[in-house]
């Protein structure tokens, strides 16, 4: 962005500084159960990886949750499952915590960052609007979430006018906590 456009050195220095920001939208860990009266049933499993990431991103599709068709329902095992967010697939890992009377006990939990896009964009533009920029629109690729691994990143297009400026996005950890710097 050009000075012309309003955009300090101060300004400009206040974008770069890091901000730490959850915009998760994952469910974190979570637990769940299902029957295993006939042994492993892997679309009753897909269906509660299914239905913990549709209550943590109610306004989001949340389709085609699968699971191996084979899995151990034992202590301590791992089952990869995953789903799919407004078209972006999520991998999750599925850990058995309990196998007792017919039922086995699971904890639910995303296997890589499910960051929010249109979260990200508010704190950006937010964060803009308090350095005197209203106005600004942001970019991020058209998606609705970014599906990657923690110390990983993804750029967000800036623009006022007829400037524009890049801003990294780096996904911090698997909560969706990220840092935005330019």
């Known amino acids: 962005m050009a000075k012309d456009q309003g955009v300090t050195p101060t300004k400009r220095a206040a974008l770069a500084a890091a901000l730490l920001v959850p915009v998760l939208s994952a469910v974190g860990a979570c637990n769940a159960s299902v029957s295993t009266g006939s042994g492993y049933d892997a679309d009753a499993v897909a269906k509660q990886v299914q239905k913990a990431?549709?209550?943590?991103?109610?306004?989001?599709?949340?389709?085609?949750?699968t699971c191996p068709g084979d899995a151990d329902l034992e202590k301590?095992?791992?089952?990869?499952?995953?789903?799919?967010?407004?078209?972006?697939?999520?991998?999750?890992?599925?850990?058995?915590?309990?196998?007792?009377?017919?039922?086995?006990?699971?904890?639910?939990?995303?296997?890589?960052a499910i960051v929010s896009v249109a979260k990200t964009v508010e704190i950006i533009q937010?964060?803009?609007?308090?350095?005197?920029?209203?106005?600004?629109?942001?970019?991020c690729g058209g998606v609705a979430v970014v599906v990657q691994?923690?110390?990983?990143?993804?750029?967000?297009?800036l623009t006022k006018g007829d400037q524009s400026q890049d801003v990294t996005v780096a996904i911090e950890d698997l909560d969706g906590n990220v840092t935005i710097t330019s």
């Open 126 to 139: 937010a964060q803009m609007e308090k350095q005197g920029l209203a106005g600004v629109t942001v970019d």
């Open 76 to 112: 301590g095992a791992t089952i990869d499952c995953s789903v799919a967010i407004d078209g972006v697939k999520a991998p999750y890992t599925v850990t058995v915590t309990s196998v007792e009377d017919g039922h086995a006990k699971f904890e639910i939990a995303p296997a890589q």
């Open 53 to 65: 990431q549709q209550d943590a991103t109610p306004d989001l599709e949340v389709t085609d949750a």
């Open 149 to 157: 691994d923690p110390q990983t990143s993804f750029t967000c297009t």
